[in-house]
């Protein structure tokens, strides 16, 4: 007895491994290939990276793309059909070692590119950055249930504005959501000042770290039970409104037999209006008889969402910006 509960045991664990080994065999190897390039647009560095990922037979992948500098995650993308990708977004200044992350899909396995070292020169003027981390869920690409909301934290980290002379408002903004999903940020404009902190050590309190907003992202769900239509004594509105133009419009044609224009007139300017308020009433009486339609739900999909910051130091105008992934199931 002992033997053949062994000999099961023995079995199940080869089955399982080849299992195991089928579903990574189902998989292929990736390469990723990252190249940066920067420009210096209003004094500080904005940089854009082009991603490659191919499978072990050239073919290209699907999925997501995070760049990250060392282990901190600067922007997400989503892969084309091509299996190409950019990320815009702001660096600041000193260097920097830029990789691309493919996190690999249902038939590739994941891959890194190698590091690429980039300068990035100091804010010649009052600048900032923008930098994304979720709370919840606690993990990105934020992935959400239609009807489900998000929340990640937007750290406004200014450069070189030691030299404000006055406040610097810094006004956030999103784009690229897909239709029936919503941002908003709390608070929406931040203020810079020339105390305000650039770095913070790990358990520092917020007032020694540079400024956060909340940016909550919001689905939205479809509706599947229709709401009852609002209580109201509209029928007999409807009927007179039906009513009275039809009996004008047969006082109309009773005078018309007399061959006199006027009614005639009158009659042709009853049936008018007749259809008119048909017209109107239609939409009205089926509000109140079968209530309002389902609401449609935010569309699955993946999204590459910008979120945007906006300001201006008294001259020319400050724009800084990243991105992050939006997974709606």
Known sequence: MVCRILRLSAVSALSLAFATLSGAAQQAATQTVLT???SQPNGHTQATASVTVTGASGEP???VVTIEDSSRQLAQTVLGSDGQAKAVFTLSGGNHSLRAVYAGDASHLASASRSTNVSAQAASAPSFTLSLA???PSTLPLTLSPGASGTIAVTITPESNSALTSPMFVTLSCSGLPSLASCTFTPETIEILATTPTSCASGSPA?????????????????T?????PSHPVHRTVDWAILLPGLLGLGGLAWGTRRRRWPQRLALVALIGLVTTLSACKPLYNFYEEGPAHPPATPAGTYTITVTGQSSNSVSAITSS???VLTVQ
């Open 36 to 38: 940066v390039q920067t």
């Open 207 to 223: 007032s020694a770290c540079p400024p956060v907003s909340s940016m909550l992202v919001q689905t939205e769900e479809m509706v």
């Open 134 to 136: 979720a709370v919840a």
């Open 322 to 324: 990243t991105t992050m």
């Open 61 to 63: 992948a699907g999925g």
């Open 225 to 229: 039970s229709r709401s009852l239509p």
